[in-house]
Structures are given as structure tokens and as C-alpha cells.
């Protein structure tokens, strides 16, 4: 069994920074894809930044310039740097991942969420 557990979520003012990290727990013998995505109330889950297992990332057109998505593969973790946040960066922050475990078959893994407020 896999587990994702998020950190580092808060209160920041606008113009502000906040780094999350996730890390994954168990059985893992390959990770394909970690990533992060983020859900505001009523509204839909978006794709915010994935990292790929030969280092590439993505960004979401939103957040490009200001989040940067880092690993260490060692800890099997992943980090979101976030500057320059706004209000409407403001969301329930998930991370993912889709891994292979002892299942031997590639599957995905969700984290429990963590809450980003940007306000004044």
C-alpha cells in the first residue's frame, strides 16, 4: 500500500510564498509521474505542475513564472515552490503520483490535500 502525505499549506498575503511537500510512503519500486493539483470550492480540479520520472515538468499557463515543481528521489517526495501567490491561487492543493508497487502494475495515488488561503 502507497500513501501521499502533503505539508506546508497556510495563510499567506498576496505577493507571499509557500513551498508544499509531499511525500509517498510504502512499496515503491518506480515512480512515473509525481504532481500537483488544486481544486477552489465549486469548481473543477486542474492540472497544476507535473514532474516525469526523466525530469521533465509541466506547468499550468496560471502558474508558469511563479511555482516551480521540484523531487527528491531519494525521499520520494515532490515540492511546489509557490511565489508571487495571489488570491486566486487560493485552493485545496493535491498531490499525485502514478507509480509502480508490489502490485507490479503502474497505479495512481492521491494525497489527502492541503489548504493554500491567499488573502489579505
Known amino acids: 500500500q502507497v500513501q501521499l502525505v502533503e505539508s506546508g499549506g497556510g495563510l499567506v498575503q498576496p505577493g507571499g510564498s509557500l513551498r508544499l511537500s509531499c511525500a509517498a510512503s510504502?512499496?515503491?519500486?518506480?515512480?512515473?509521474?509525481m504532481g500537483w493539483y488544486r481544486q477552489a470550492p465549486g469548481k473543477q480540479r486542474e492540472l497544476v505542475a507535473h514532474?516525469?520520472?526523466?525530469?521533465?515538468?509541466s506547468y499550468a499557463d496560471s502558474v508558469k513564472g511563479r511555482f516551480t515543481i521540484s523531487r527528491d528521489n531519494a525521499k520520494n517526495t515532490v515540492y511546489l515552490q509557490m511565489n508571487s501567490l495571489k488570491p486566486e491561487d487560493t485552493a485545496v492543493y493535491y498531490c499525485?503520483?502514478?507509480?509502480?508497487?508490489?502490485?507490479?502494475?503502474?497505479?495512481?495515488?492521491w494525497g489527502q490535500g492541503t489548504q493554500v488561503t491567499v488573502s489579505s
Open positions: 499525485m503520483t502514478n507509480l509502480r508497487s508490489d502490485s507490479f502494475r503502474w497505479e495512481d495515488y
Open positions: 510504502g512499496t515503491i519500486f518506480s515512480i512515473y509521474v
Open positions: 514532474i516525469f520520472s526523466g525530469g521533465s515538468t
